[in-house]
């Protein structure tokens, strides 16, 4: 079965500094992949998806990007944080019958 | 586009009773629906899921769900809470392979378990 290491846990970062996020799948190849944000209070909203290695889409305007730089490795990036990125982000997978795995989650606090 | 719709932001439930969280949904093509919870700073845990067949699902922790086609609608259903079964929970929607919409999330029910 596939599996989502997300990592780190927790992050507390200032206004204006830079964000890397690691995602990496197991047990699987050649995943669709998810960024997903959990806002205070709010549901999960879709931020990037991508199909393949260097292939990502985004679903809203925003202060992150994403990239794939190996098939099963899925990267969520900031140049620069605002007070508004501070969330729960959440990476996924879905390989077609198996349907989809989260992984953990990191809980990102923009001071 | 797609979308769910989970009318009850939070439901209290005395341990033992019976619970029922409400979800329904609109989407162009066959559904494929799913419940997840989740408990404080974790993850998504996978409880049930419907993709064809057989429109009551079984899920894991003695939860199930049903899908009812006319009313656009998938409830999900326990006969008996217990305290562990305090968290948050998704109703979601999307295609079975994947695709560029993901999964859509409805905004989530907070269960409150009163002893």
């Known amino acids: 079965s596939q599996t989502i290491h997300q990592w780190p846990a927790t992050l507390v970062q200032p206004v204006g500094s830079p964000l890397s996020l690691e995602c990496t799948v197991e047990g699987t190849s050649n995943p669709n992949l998810y960024w997903y944000r959990q806002a205070a209070g709010r549901g999960l909203q879709l931020l990037f998806y991508?199909?393949?290695?260097?292939?990502i889409s985004s679903e809203v305007p925003q202060n992150l990007s994403a990239s794939r730089p190996q098939d099963r490795q899925f990267i969520l990036s900031s140049k620069k944080l605002l007070l508004s990125d501070s969330g729960f982000y959440l990476c996924?997978?879905?390989?077609?019958?198996?349907?989809?795995?989260f992984g953990s989650g990191t809980r990102l606090t923009v001071v | 586009a797609q979308s769910v719709t989970q009318p009850d932001i939070h439901i209290t439930v005395s341990e033992g009773a019976s619970l029922e969280l409400r979800c329904n949904y609109s989407?162009?093509?066959?559904?494929?629906l799913f419940w997840y919870v989740q408990s404080p700073g974790q993850g998504l845990q996978l409880l049930l899921k419907y993709f064809s067949g057989d429109t009551l699902v079984q899920g894991i922790k003695g939860f199930e769900a049903e899908f009812k086609r006319s009313q656009s609608s998938f409830n999900l259903r326990k006969p008996s809470v217990h305290w562990s079964d305090a968290a948050e929970y998704f109703c979601a929607v999307g295609a079975r392979g994947g695709g560029a919409d993901g999964l859509t999330f409805g905004k989530g029910t907070h269960l409150i378990i009163q002893p």
């Open positions: 996924a997978c879905n390989r077609g019958a198996y349907g989809y795995t």
């Open positions: 989407y162009g093509a066959t559904p494929y």
């Open positions: 991508s199909v393949g290695i260097g292939q």
